[in-house]
């Protein structure tokens, strides 16, 4: 099968991205779940966005050991990873290390990250998140993908409180990814009941529901300012956020 | 005979380096046909901390992704100056934001000294869209990307409603960098 998603990735880089993924499906230890892919690419794989830039790969990691530990596990041959970064990059709440991967000459950013606390958030519910399972087929070669990603609807109650997404309303900053993304999300859910009771009682384990709702009310009377003039405000979830 | 260009845009989190080297690699690869990389760095800091983007561009695949022989470093930190030059090609471009920018590296290579915050903030409105302005600057001086990739790879980035904005601020930096010439 060839998803409608891979026509948002560039035709040179599909059959990699695909090959990529399939390996990172045969790595991911679904038992023991040790990463879960995030970012941009589990809304693009899930048909929340429909734009054709340079996908990157995030995957979360529980601990700094599990990032360690995954560096170690044993990968295809033909695979070649590069390491951007000579060490884990540590901060005071996010641990990242770069790198890039090819099974020829086509590189894929993949990220390896550890955010305090947001494993945890990603997957806690992980029985009732069903990972992206679908055979792909790119040319004449099948991939199969059996990838856990994080629930789009996590993803936007996570970038909602985000202080870089507050800092990007604050500076009118149009070129936001996490706004962007944000507005995708709302704009495909912005009618769906269940989308809106799923993240009020998830965005418990981060901050007040109260805190949540005035930091997304600001999002969205900041649209037209951060040049998002066409995206359409619900009526009734200005009515839920105000309640 | 082949050809592979080495970028380095350098600066602190919240510049927007990491956005225009992705422009930048989306416009040589997908637009242009090339082929590119894109790495990124942080300092301890993402925001505030150093920021540093990687774009290789080349007509052929690339065998490794890092670079390693610059051809163009990009600085909006005195700090990323002095940190990166010696990266620098003899026959490769130095472009320093002079708005941070005031002691520049001795060397054989090209120094560009241009106010890119200061142009930003007076020829467009906004100092925040300094990022695409040196997307212009450096786009007309290498010439590695054509000029109507770059425009593609930024609309395709923004809201529709600053589509405009961000044209006329990596047009001010083509207009700039032609200056420069």
């Not at chain 1, 856990?148 to 149009?174: F, G, N, Q």
């Not at chain 2, 422009?23 to 925001?47: C, V």
């Not at chain 2, 130095?94 to 142009?119: A, N």
């Amino acid at each position: 099968m060839y998803p409608d998603w891979l026509n948002y990735v560039d035709r040179k880089r599909q059959r990699n991205l695909a090959q990529i993924l399939q390996c990172l499906s045969q790595l991911q230890d679904k038992k023991n779940l040790d990463f879960i892919v995030i970012g941009a690419l589990p809304l693009l794989m899930r048909g929340y966005l429909a734009y054709k830039v340079y996908w990157d790969i995030d995957l979360l990691f529980r601990d700094d050991k599990g990032i360690r530990e995954f560096m170690k596990k044993p990968k295809p041959k033909m695979l070649r990873i590069v390491e951007y970064d000579d060490a884990l990059m540590v901060s005071r709440n996010i641990t990242s290390f770069h790198t890039a991967w090819a099974f020829n000459r086509i590189w894929f950013n993949v990220d390896y990250i550890v955010r305090k606390g947001f494993f945890e958030f990603y997957t806690h519910n992980i029985d009732a998140l069903t990972p992206y399972t679908e055979s792909i087929t790119v040319g004449s070669t099948s991939f199969q993908i059996c990838l856990y990603m994080a629930h789009p609807w996590d993803i936007i109650t996570e970038k909602v409180i985000s202080p870089r997404t507050a800092r990007d309303v604050e500076l009118k900053i149009d070129t936001s990814v996490d706004l962007r993304h944000i507005f995708a999300i709302y704009t495909s859910e912005k009618t769906n009941m269940e989308f809106w009771h799923y993240i009020f009682e998830k965005t418990r384990s981060l901050c007040s529901e109260h805190e949540f709702k005035i930091k997304f009310l600001k999002i969205l009377s900041s649209a037209t300012e951060l040049g998002y003039r066409d995206l359409e405000i619900s009526p009734d979830s200005i009515k839920l956020l105000r309640e | 005979m082949s050809f592979r260009y080495e970028f380095r845009l350098s600066g602190s989190g919240g510049q927007g380096l990491i956005l225009a080297g992705k422009i930048l690699a989306e416009a040589a690869a997908i637009y242009d046909g090339k082929n590119a990389t894109q790495s990124q760095s942080y300092g301890p800091e993402a925001r505030g901390g150093s920021s540093r983007s990687e774009v290789i561009v080349s007509d052929e695949e690339i065998d490794y992704p890092k670079a390693v022989n610059i051809d163009l470093l990009l600085c909006f930190t005195q700090e990323a100056c002095d940190k990166y030059y010696k990266d620098v090609k003899d026959t490769g471009i130095i472009l320093v934001d002079s708005s941070y920018v005031t002691k520049l590296p001795q060397g054989r290579f090209k120094i560009y000294t241009v106010p890119i915050t200061e142009v930003a903030e007076k020829e467009v409105g906004k100092a925040l869209v300094a990022n695409i302005v040196a997307l212009g600057i450096i786009t007309e001086l290498t010439k590695i990307v054509s000029k109507e990739a770059v425009e593609s790879a930024i609309l395709s980035r923004v809201p529709k409603g600053t589509e405009e904005l961000n044209l006329r601020a990596f047009n001010v930096g083509i207009k700039k960098a032609q200056q420069l010439r």
